[in-house]
């Protein structure tokens, strides 16, 4: 479950870093919070309950964690590009 939810996280974070950011927050702060809603969303956690537990603390750090460095990634590869 853990390797298909980075697979996930890493997709769409590429996906969105291509989307024109008309909002009035950077990359890094939105394109994070919308994949790990929608990751959450679809793929759901890593443990059962309601309750929150250190993996729950473990599964945002790794959501928000690899769509940050994405981003930080792909905008380097664009600077570089242009």
């Given at each position: 479950m853990i390797p298909e939810t980075i697979l996930v996280v890493i997709?769409?974070?590429i996906m969105f870093?291509?989307?024109?950011n008309?909002?009035?927050?950077p990359n890094i702060v939105m394109i994070p919070i919308?994949?790990?809603s929608i990751t959450k969303y679809i793929l759901g956690d890593w443990d059962i309950g309601y309750?929150?537990?250190i993996s729950d603390i473990f599964y945002w750090?790794?959501?928000?964690g690899f769509s940050i460095?994405?981003?930080i990634i792909i905008n380097k590869i664009k600077e570089k590009i242009n």
């Open positions: 997709i769409l974070s870093s291509f989307l024109e008309k909002s009035n927050f919308i994949v790990g309750t929150w537990t750090f790794s959501i928000l460095i994405t981003v």
